[in-house]
């Protein structure tokens, strides 16, 4: 099979030292996974699993919900995270990503205006594509930016944000934004990826250590980072569960996850509130890090963050790549974000914190980085 034609663009990334490869794991200090507070590393879910030998979890769900994947274990496991995150209602997708597009592609119709923060992670921004909304961005955080676009927009109005920024590791001015959306009567969609599990006294999220969970039309908290396991769920109104279970075409069209992986997130749920030390260890890293003084690169940045996701911006991918490689030779797992994941001269190590990384192994890697 001639396949020439897929050589251009893959010589373009090279050109730009941005080529991705799939690397596997070597045994070094992960500061790079999204496993925040170690369910995966501590195998905690295999461990509570096994406390349910009597139990068996079939490992296939055979069909969409719609047809023959509904069973009554995802459902009840429904009903418990909507109780656990004081929502009416929720519905389980088969990651974030499936959310995110399923949810912003079918909800906000032709006329309708969508306005999300540009730093928004991209299965929102490809939900937000398939839909026939139109959209706008405004820029990071920034809420004078918000209202101007809301002054403007017509139809019924969605204002879209991550709770924990991605690629930044700062949180979005949630009140404000709830304040601003009840004044334009803007239905507030909020992502909650990377706040699931860290955030909050229980892991609840950060809408609801605002108490804000009246304020959403809808949540999304995925499964793949703290929660340890795979999937997301929709957090919402009754009505909303059922337009999504008629429309969202990432959820009709698709194999539902198996009683295995649904049993899993039940069990990482269970775990949450009783993970408090976890949770201060970690902030005690936070606040190491954000403390530290970082000497080398007069160029460099660290961001401010008060969640495990640290960034220091070292503008090129040739510097951030140098750096990186300097941090993985000295066995730490810290990994480059390049042009074009982020836009050029934003180039970062994006330095994930867990509640398994010891203060020395975050001192180690300060020292590598001339703190
Ligand atoms: C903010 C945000 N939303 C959604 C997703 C997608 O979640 P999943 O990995 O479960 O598809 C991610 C994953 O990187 C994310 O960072």
């Given at each position: 099979?001639n396949?020439e ?12 030292n ?37 139990l ?32 009416e ?53 920034d ?18 944000t ?45 809408v ?7 304020k ?7 499964f ?11 957090l ?44 201060a260890?970690?902030q005690?890293?936070?606040?190491t ?69 010891s ?13």
């Open positions: 099979m396949d034609f897929l050589l251009k663009k893959l010589q373009e990334r090279q050109e730009h941005a080529f991705r490869r799939l690397l596997l794991p070597d045994g070094k200090t992960d500061f790079c996974s999204n496993d925040y507070l170690g369910i995966v590393r501590n195998q905690l879910l295999e461990n509570k699993l096994c406390e349910h030998t009597q068996f979890f079939k490992h296939g769900s055979t069909g969409s919900r719609l047809l023959a994947g509904n069973y009554a274990l995802v459902e009840e496991t429904e009903k418990k995270l909507a109780v656990f995150h004081e929502a209602a929720g519905l389980i997708f088969n990651s974030g990503y499936d959310a995110n597009l399923g949810l912003l592609s079918c909800v906000p119709q032709r006329g309708d205006t969508i306005i999300y923060d540009y730093l928004s992670h991209a299965s929102l921004r490809d939900g937000i594509r398939l839909s026939f909304a139109q959209s706008f961005s405004f820029r990071h955080n809420l004078a930016d918000l209202e101007k676009r809301l002054q403007a927009a017509t139809g019924t109005i969605f204002v879209v991550e709770s924990v920024f991605s690629m930044d590791g700062d949180m979005a001015p949630l009140i404000d934004i709830s304040v601003l959306c009840e004044q334009y009567g803007a239905h507030l969609i909020v992502d909650e990826a990377h706040a699931t599990g860290v955030v909050g006294a229980n892991g609840e999220g950060l609801q250590q605002l108490n804000l969970q009246a959403c039309f809808a949540r999304v908290h995925t793949g980072k703290a929660v340890g396991c795979h999937g997301a769920i929709i919402g109104s009754d009505r909303l569960r059922n337009y999504l279970v008629n429309f969202s075409r990432s959820f009709i069209y698709s194999t539902a996850l198996p009683e295995a992986s649904v049993a899993a997130i039940r069990c990482a749920y269970e775990l949450f509130p009783f993970m408090q030390e976890e949770r260890h970690l005690q890293l936070i606040n890090f954000q403390h530290a003084p970082i000497a080398i690169g007069s160029n460099w940045e660290k961001l401010v963050s008060f969640t495990p996701i640290q960034i220091v911006v070292i503008p090129g991918n040739d510097p951030v790549k140098k750096v990186a490689g300097a941090l993985q030779a000295a066995g730490l797992d810290v990994r480059a974000i390049l042009y074009p994941t982020v836009p050029a001269g934003k180039e970062r190590l994006r330095i994930v914190l867990h509640a398994f990384n203060m020395q192994e975050l001192h180690k890697l300060l020292w590598v980085l001339g703190g």
